[in-house]
């Protein structure tokens, strides 16, 4: 059981619209699109991928990248960093603290699957798959990302996302680390939401 936390200023009511459940990006990705991302930015930089015009930054990246790959960590890092009407992506954190971010409403997602993680080997991706069942099993390096998804493949996974360990303040303080989404997280997964600060209640 994988248990993520996301801080999000819309209420409850917003999350369970119908015409648009769960958490989505600003810009969103088909799961197409995030597959051909990942390729081109850790495995193939001949990769044909089209990322919709309201992406700016990325597609930035993309232009800039001069033919060559330019590999997960420098994604996530890019990703992380956009916080406007332009990210591609939905954060989430593995602790409460969730980023640091502050909002009235905060969420508990739960992934009841295994995930498997792939560690960014410099400009590339390690061919090594570890399969996880847990936030406590995911790779705790401050330096590199992992490519997060439901299936041992890219080609076969529904659910694409990024992780990084966050700075610790001390050894002793509790993990924190972020899982930036490139793909939706469906209702579903979206168990529990807490108003400013107060007791955990059922969605």
Known sequence: MFTLYRADSRPKDKIKDPKKPGFRAWVELSLGQSQDLIRRVAINF??????????TEVNRLLADSNGRLIGLTTLYE???????????QVSTATSEVTGGRTADTKYKIELDFPLYQRKAQ???LSPEVQTVHSVAELAQSRVDAYLITDTSTIDGASLIALYKESQRESESAP?????????????????EYQVGGGTWQSM
């Open 46 to 55: 001949q990769q044909p991928v089209a990322i919709p015009q309201g992406a």
């Open 78 to 88: 890019l990703i992380r960093n956009v916080v406007s009407s332009t990210t591609i």
């Open 122 to 124: 410099r400009s590339g």
């Open 175 to 191: 993990r924190n680390g972020e899982m930036a989404f490139l793909t939706p997280i469906p209702l579903k997964w979206i168990t």
